[in-house]
């Protein structure tokens, strides 16, 4: 079927970024995932195998401002959110990892919006 070849070509996509991306306490990969409806972004310890902060579409203080999409407008507001989260757990430089996804629209406009809110990548 065609789905099963986006899905596999999704997947080494993906695989082929993250072999040459990874994230280390002073410079945690930033990890953007898009699904149908939410928007999720993490920013992970490699090393130490941990999530240090974390901004979607599903937390509390996305939910409390407005009900976001994923799109960009919400990509937008997410990134923002998701800068002040690293910012508040210290976290200033960043690796970007954009999970396999072309670097336009959304994912632009979420990296965009985290730089303008002062993370560095």
Excluded: C
């Excluded at 789905?3 to 596999?8: I, M, N, S």
Aim: aromatic share 4%; net charge positive; proline share 1%.
């Amino acid at each position: 079927m065609k789905t099963d070849k986006k899905v596999r070509m999704a997947t080494l996509r993906h695989w082929r970024i993250r072999k040459k991306v990874s994230g280390t306490k002073e410079r945690p990969r930033m990890s953007v995932r898009f699904s149908n409806q939410h928007i999720m972004v993490q920013f992970i310890d490699d090393v130490g195998r941990v999530t240090l902060a974390a901004a979607s579409t599903q937390g509390k203080k996305a939910q409390a401002e407005a009900k976001l999409a994923a799109n960009v407008t919400g990509a937008k507001k997410i990134g923002a959110l998701a800068a002040e989260a690293a910012k508040s757990k210290g976290i200033v430089r960043v690796v970007f990892d954009r999970s396999g996804a072309r670097y336009h629209g959304k994912v632009k406009a979420l990296a965009d919006a985290a730089r303008e809110a002062g993370l560095q990548f």
